[in-house]
């Protein structure tokens, strides 16, 4: 359920300019591209090769990393399961922004929680929230890990990361589910090729 805000006497505004008109205007439909997985599940990667892909064929997008973001918007989180909620309803209003402004938004965020995902995409309309699992063993996820982030959160030194002393909880439905052991190319072909974003 999305919560309702604290300020009262506010109104929500109506533009004049329909989805349809900036889809037209665009030459193509607007949509956000969820990725979801463990650290070093290949998120951040696949979402700039997406989003080069995209560009390539005419197409408004742009990513919105999980660590870029904690620099900016989000600086003020960390990464205690409250912060992590409140970590991913911001971008997800920031998302709505985007798709409602014709452009097609990436993100590469962990998201562990179910719950959190589920109200991002009951932010969207329908058919315009794109959930990605990266479905990648978390031994990959530790071998590719040239920050050393699973080596510290296993001694003890990093708390409530994912997978190894905070919950990760998969997706039971996503739209796409992506192998990042296969090739780059390969993730980025069945990615591109499932998003339906040809202009209506």
């Known amino acids: 359920m999305v919560e309702q805000p604290v300020s009262a006497n506010i109104v929500r505004a109506k533009g004049r300019v329909s989805p349809e008109q900036r889809a037209a205007n665009l030459g193509h439909k607007s949509a956000t591209v969820w990725f979801t997985g463990l650290s070093g599940s290949g998120k951040s990667t696949l979402a700039f090769a997406v989003?080069?892909?995209?560009?390539?064929?005419?197409?408004?997008?742009?990513?919105?990393?999980?660590?870029?973001?904690?620099?900016?918007?989000?600086?003020?989180?960390?990464?205690?399961?409250?912060?992590?909620?409140?970590?991913?309803?911001?971008?997800?209003?920031?998302?709505?922004?985007?798709?409602?402004?014709?452009?097609?938004?990436?993100?590469?965020?962990?998201?562990?929680?179910?719950?959190?995902?589920?109200?991002?995409?009951d932010l969207h309309p329908d058919g315009s929230f794109v959930e990605v699992f990266v479905n990648t063993p978390i031994e990959v996820c530790e071998a590719r890990d040239v920050k050393g982030l699973y080596a510290k959160a296993r001694a003890g030194e990093i708390p409530e990361f994912s997978g190894v002393s905070a919950p990760y909880e998969a997706p039971v439905s996503a739209e796409i589910s992506v192998d990042t052991t296969k090739p780059l190319r390969d993730c980025v072909k069945q990615i591109v090729q499932a998003l339906e974003l040809a202009s209506a």
Do not use: H, M
């Open 51 to 121: 989003e080069e892909a995209l560009i390539r064929n005419g197409i408004a997008a742009y990513v919105l990393d999980g660590d870029n973001v904690r620099f900016g918007l989000n600086r003020d989180l960390g990464f205690a399961p409250e912060d992590r909620t409140e970590n991913i309803r911001r971008i997800g209003e920031v998302c709505r922004l985007f798709q409602d402004a014709g452009v097609v938004v990436l993100t590469a965020f962990i998201s562990p929680y179910l719950a959190d995902r589920k109200q991002v995409r």
